[in-house]
């Protein structure tokens, strides 16, 4: 954390352009103590150093003075989008500098919350259970999560279960990796109401529970006949290139039969890790191409999985080239992980992704991915990266350095007690309901939108 957020803090952080805000700097200590009157000027990030750019005079300069709490606040109106530095000087020597951002009116009500879309527990190929697999992403700052277990739904109902009864600001939600006959192609369904895996009558999930679902109501489970008859007939009607052999043009009708039952259930369906390599990489590029192209899934997994350049970076680079070429979907990055123990495995926090939703529920942060309100964060090392729209990936740097650090030691606490909770610790539950309620104060405190 910057040694300035140890010593003081702003709030608001996050404003909306054009607003009139109050902000207040608050000292953390007497050693951080502020007196007397300061002058205070606030200079727009891409306007360059108005050392060299003076002719350009759009800081904002003023006097304040220390109330009798200790704190120096001042009005300001932040006219155009971006990063401002706040400035505190005394006798033309700087003393203090820090950090507020301004949005324009789109980003209104539009939080940053950070997730994991795609992450296994034991009751496929992972390590842990389930529920303890959240409790560890609370405690690394996940806001929200999902439970994608091979060829398997339940175990994301079992994560929800697991903390039904106690007040939780983690969001857990619904959801699968993607598993059908004849199609070796890698999909995550986030959200449905229902299973896709549970559509058919010889899948794991239909075979080990009969949980497919959080409507009362789920589409009926097919034969593995009937669904291969239904996919046949999607090749016809999808035209599919006579370029494609006709196992490559069933795997192609699969995935679209597949995205369209995730879009009936309301949920969002996710190309994934198409640049893994399993023995070769995972999908031949010639299909990834074609799906591209012809975009049948809400989101594409930009970064995940693993930590070598021929995964993450080839699906960044494949992202920016086809946005030049006019082909724009929604992106997300999420670990992959099957292992949730950050110190023992170094993909457990790869990446991840920030969605910029109007509250951290399953439907609000579909809704903000499939509008492009998200950008996908790659941890592969200390020096983190962004990949997305540069605008979003602007303001998803600035809440990195200036919010997380802050919003992540509340969640280590919840995630530490949501874990003693599910294992049987008797006053973890009223530890659960004692802190509740912080996480949302938080934003409310430091986000004026």
């Known amino acids: 954390m910057k040694t300035e957020l140890h010593n003081y803090d702003i709030y ?5 352009t054009g607003a009139q805000t109050r902000f207040t700097i608050h000292p953390l200590g007497a050693h951080a103590a502020l007196s007397g009157e300061y002058q205070v000027s606030i200079h727009p990030l891409a306007d360059a150093s108005p050392l060299h750019y003076p002719e350009r005079g759009t800081a904002i300069r003023l006097s304040a003075a220390v109330n009798n709490r200790g704190d120096l606040a001042f009005d300001a109106v932040l006219s155009a989008e971006g990063e401002y530095f706040i400035r505190l000087f005394r006798d033309d020597q700087r003393v203090l500098q820090m950090s507020v951002y301004a949005l324009e009116n789109d980003m209104r009500g539009r939080l940053p919350f950070r997730g994991d879309l795609h992450v296994h527990s034991f009751r496929s190929d992972g390590r842990q ?35 039904r009864d106690v007040p939780c600001e983690l969001t857990i939600v619904p959801g699968e990796e993607i598993h059908l006959p004849g199609n070796d192609i890698h999909t995550v369904n986030f959200g449905a109401e229902h299973s896709i895996n549970g559509l058919l009558e010889s899948s794991a999930q239909t075979m080990e529970s009969t949980r497919r679902a959080i409507v009362s109501n789920p589409p009926p489970v097919r034969t593995d006949d009937e669904y291969r008859a239904e996919v046949t007939a999607l090749i016809s009607e999808l035209e599919i290139p006579d370029c494609f052999p006709e196992s ?6 699969s995935c679209n039969w597949i995205f369209r039952r995730i879009k009936e259930g309301n949920g969002l369906g996710i190309y994934t890790h198409p640049y893994w390599i399993s023995d070769m990489f995972q999908v031949p590029e010639t299909i990834t191409d074609y799906l591209a192209e012809t975009h049948p899934f809400d989101a594409y997994e930009v970064l995940g999985g693993e930590n070598y350049f021929r995964q993450n970076g080839f699906q960044t680079v494949r992202y920016y080239e086809d946005r ?29 992704t920030f969605v910029f939703a109007k509250a951290n529920e399953r439907v609000s942060l579909i809704e903000a991915i499939k509008d492009s309100y998200s950008v996908a964060v790659d941890t592969i090392s200390p020096e983190y990266r962004i990949v997305g729209d540069f605008r ?38 009223d530890g659960l309901r004692h802190i509740h309620g912080r996480m949302a104060r938080l934003f409310h405190k430091y986000f004026a939108l």
């Open 324 to 352: 030049a070429k006019g082909r724009k979907y929604p992106i997300v990055g999420s670990t992959d992980s099957h292992n949730s123990i950050a110190e023992d495995n170094r993909n457990a926090l790869i990446c991840s």
């Open 248 to 253: 490559e043009k069933f795997s192609i009708a």
């Open 12 to 16: 608001p952080k996050v404003v909306l």
């Open 392 to 429: 979003l990936v602007k303001y998803a740097r600035f809440i990195l350095d200036e919010f997380t650090p802050l919003h992540d030691a509340l969640c280590f606490e919840e995630g530490r007690l949501m874990k003693d909770y599910i294992t049987g610790d008797e006053y973890a539950a």
């Open 129 to 163: 259970s389930p529920a303890v697999v959240c409790a560890n992403y609370r405690k690394y700052g996940y806001d929200f999560i999902s439970i994608t277990d091979h060829r398997r739904y339940y175990p994301s109902l079992e994560a929800i279960d697991a903390y």
